[in-house]
T-cell receptor, first 115, second 114 residues
Framework: AQSVSQHNHHVILSEAASLELGCNYS??????LFWYVQYPGQHLQLLLK??????LVKGIKGFEAEFIKSKFSFNLRKPSVQWSDTAEYFC?????????????FGTGTQLKVEL | DTGVSQNPRHKITKRGQNVTFRCDPI?????LYWYRQTLGQGPEFLTY????????KSRLLSDRFSAERPKGSFSTLEIQRTEQGDSAMYLC????????????FGEGSRLTVL
């Protein structure tokens, strides 16, 4: 079975601060990794994804994530956050056991960016 | 709007009543998923369809839950004899027929069982 652990449940930052949200997964095989974001009052939407190749992936709005296979990690980063980044962030994994995009999500990190 | 559509957006019901939620996926997507999200948790997988075939069900999906996708387009999720523990946000998502594709989520249907 696959599982995802997000270490930070609530993060508060000032604008322009740097962000790093931790994500570790548990799965023995090949994985696809995702970060989804949910802005207040909106639906979940994809921020970025890793399938293969360059372990440093770039997403929308200046976000990036690095896949470190040896650490089973896929941490999300942004050099300088904005107030509009206030949202809940979910890491998700899809273990490639065949059949379906059955994503397993972490518990989420609530990010609040203060002016 | 061509995104995933769910209704009703909110449902308040008394314990023991039946409720049904509907999901209209993005039209060209073959796969449709149901997830449940409770406060402080990430979405938890319930079930998924490829076209009209229900291919997988989570152990979370008790006998009181049933999902259908009769013509491979919209889907319904019915909960019979609701319990207070069923209170949650029920999310629908759809995707292309690919194991590496992105899931597109709807805004969810929030259920409150009194």
């Amino acid at each position: 079975a696959q599982s995802v652990s997000q270490h930070n449940h609530h993060v508060i930052l000032s604008e322009a601060a740097s962000l790093e949200l931790g994500c570790n997964y548990s799965y023995g095989g090949t994985v696809n990794l995702f970060w989804y974001v949910q802005y207040p009052g909106q639906h979940l939407q994809l921020l970025l994804k890793y399938f293969s190749g360059d372990p440093l992936v770039k997403g929308i709005k200046g976000f990036e994530a690095e896949f470190i296979k040896s650490k089973f990690s896929f941490n999300l980063r942004k050099p300088s956050v904005q107030w509009s980044d206030t949202a809940e962030y979910f890491c998700a994994v899809n273990g490639m056991t065949g059949g379906g995009n059955k994503l397993t999500f972490g518990t989420g990190t609530q990010l609040k960016v203060e002016l | 709007d061509t995104g995933v559509s769910q209704n009703p957006r909110h449902k308040i019901t008394k314990r023991g009543q039946n409720v049904t939620f509907r999901c209209d996926p993005i039209s060209e997507h073959n796969r449709l998923y149901w997830y449940r999200q409770t406060l402080g948790q990430g979405p938890e997988f319930l079930t998924y369809f490829q076209n009209e075939a229900q291919l997988e069900k989570s152990r979370l999906l008790s006998d009181r839950f049933s999902a259908e996708r009769p013509k491979g387009s919209f889907s319904t999720l019915e909960i019979q004899r609701t319990e207070q523990g069923d209170s949650a946000m029920y999310l629908c998502a759809s995707s292309f027929d690919s194991n590496t594709g992105e899931l597109f989520f709807g805004e969810g249907s929030r259920l409150t069982v009194l």
